[in-house]
C-alpha cells in the first residue's frame, strides 16, 4: 500500500508515494553500488555529502547492492525517453536506497533528493529513512541561480560553496555577474589593467578581487561535474566604470574616471563606433568565451541611461555578433530586445520587476519575435 503525499523535497517532486513498511537505516558500514556510465563520479559525490552532512564515511562497489546499500543504476531503460536528459526515479525501503536514471545529471538530482530526505540531525545512529518512491524529473531547462560578484566580490572558495548550496535544490545554471562600475572580476590577458586597477574596489567600500584564468577554469569545472554550466556576464556598454577606470583610451575625453563604490546606476558607458572600443570588444569576448564551454555568454545591456539610443543599438548588434562569431549563444537582459539586429537564438532575460517600465513587455517580446527566446 502506498499514498500520494508532499514531501519536504525542494522542488517538489513530479510523483511521490509513502511507502508501508520498516524505514532504511544508513549503517556506518554501508556502500554505494554502482553501474552504468557516470554512476562512479554521482556516488563519489554522494559519499562526499554524506560525510560532511553526516560524518557517514561509505565505500563505493562496482557490485549488485546487499541490504542496507545504495545503488545508483545508470541506464536509458531506467527512465521515459522523455525525461533521459534529467529525470530520475528514487526508491527507499527497509532493504535499501536505488536511484535510477537515464543520464548521470539525473542521478545527481536523485541524490539531491535523497540528501532532502536524511533527517537534519544525522550524525549519530541510527539514521533512518522513511520508505518512499519517487519519480521526478524537472519542468525546466534552464534552472538558474545568480552571483553578483561584481558589485561584492566572492571568493573561489565562497562561489564553490554557493554551488554546492543550490545544487541542492536541483539549479543547473550559476550566472556570474563579472563586471559592473565597481569592480572587473575575469582577467583578460590582453587587457592586464580591468585586474591590476579595476578589481581593487567593490561596491561601498567592500574588498576587491578577481579570478585568474586558471582559478575561472577551475570554477567551470568544479561546476560541471556537479552538472550546473557557468553564464558569464559582461555588463555593457553601461555598468562599465571599472573598465573605464582602467584604460583611458576607453573614454571620448582619453582622461580615466575615478574608481566607484557607489550604488548609482546609469553614468558610464562605452563609446560605439570607436576603433579602440571595438578592439576592446573584440578582445574580452574572446577570451571569455574561450573559458567557457557551456553555451552562453551574457553582454548585459541594461540601464544604459548614457548611451544614446542611435549608440546602444549599433552596439548591442556589434557585441552579440562577437560572441555568436566565437561560438556562444548571446544573452542580455531585456533591454536588448530594442534591437533587431540579434542573432538567432539569442536569449532574453527580464529583469526589470521593480519598477516596471512601460516598454519592458515590449522589449522582452522582440527577442521571441527576431527568433530569439
Not at 545529471?105 to 537534519?120: C, D, H, I, K, S
Not at 572580476?185 to 561596491?203: D, F, K, M, V, Y
Request: hydrophobic fraction near 40%; charge should be negative.
Amino acid at each position: 500500500m502506498s499514498a500520494s503525499v508532499d514531501l519536504p523535497v525542494i522542488p517538489r517532486p513530479v510523483e511521490a508515494e509513502t511507502l508501508e513498511g520498516a524505514p532504511f537505516v544508513l549503517a556506518p558500514d554501508a556502500r554505494v553500488s554502482v553501474a552504468g556510465p557516470g554512476a562512479s563520479e554521482v556516488a563519489d559525490l554522494l559519499i562526499a555529502e554524506l560525510a560532511s552532512d553526516c560524518r557517514r564515511d561509505l565505500s563505493v562497489v562496482h557490485e549488485p547492492p546487499a541490504h542496507g546499500d545504495i545503488a545508483i543504476v545508470i541506464a536509458p531503460d531506467e527512465t521515459p525517453e522523455e525525461h533521459r536528459a534529467e529525470g530520475y526515479s528514487l526508491a527507499v525501503t527497509a532493504e535499501g536506497v536505488r536511484i535510477g536514471a537515464a543520464s548521470a545529471a539525473g542521478a545527481f538530482w536523485g541524490v539531491q533528493t535523497l540528501r532532502q530526505l536524511v533527517p537534519v540531525e544525522c550524525a549519530s545512529d541510527p539514521l533512518t529513512i522513511a520508505p518512499v518512491s519517487i519519480h521526478d524529473h524537472p519542468r525546466f531547462g534552464y534552472r538558474g541561480a545568480m552571483l553578483d560578484v561584481a558589485r561584492h566580490f566572492f571568493t573561489p572558495d565562497e562561489v564553490r560553496r554557493f554551488i554546492d548550496a543550490v545544487v541542492l535544490l536541483k539549479v543547473n545554471h550559476l550566472h556570474l555577474h563579472l563586471t559592473d562600475d565597481q569592480g572587473w572580476r575575469i582577467q583578460i590577458e590582453s587587457w592586464p589593467n580591468l585586474t591590476a586597477h579595476g578589481a581593487s574596489t567593490g561596491s561601498d567600500g567592500s574588498a576587491g578581487g578577481f579570478y585568474t584564468q586558471d582559478e575561472f577554469r577551475e570554477l567551470v569545472a568544479y561546476a560541471a561535474v556537479r552538472h550546473v554550466t557557468i553564464v558569464p556576464e559582461l555588463d555593457m556598454p553601461g555598468h562599465t566604470n571599472a573598465a573605464l577606470a582602467s584604460y583611458p583610451e576607453l573614454n571620448a575625453s582619453g582622461i580615466a574616471p575615478a574608481l566607484y563604490t557607489g550604488s548609482k546606476v546609469g553614468f558610464s558607458t562605452l563609446l560605439t563606433g570607436d576603433e579602440t572600443t571595438q578592439r576592446f570588444l573584440s578582445d574580452v569576448i574572446r577570451e571569455v568565451a574561450a573559458l567557457t564551454p557551456g553555451p552562453y555568454l551574457h553582454i548585459g545591456g541594461d540601464e544604459c541611461l548614457s548611451t544614446s539610443p542611435e549608440d546602444f543599438l549599433r552596439f548591442i548588434a556589434d557585441a552579440a555578433a562577437l560572441v555568436a562569431a566565437n561560438g556562444k549563444i548571446p544573452a542580455g537582459w531585456h533591454e536588448m530586445g530594442k534591437s533587431g539586429d540579434l542573432p538567432v537564438g539569442s536569449i532574453g532575460q527580464y529583469w526589470d520587476f521593480v519598477v516596471p517600465r512601460d516598454t519592458s513587455a515590449d522589449e522582452t517580446l522582440s527577442f521571441v519575435r527576431q527568433g530569439a527566446r
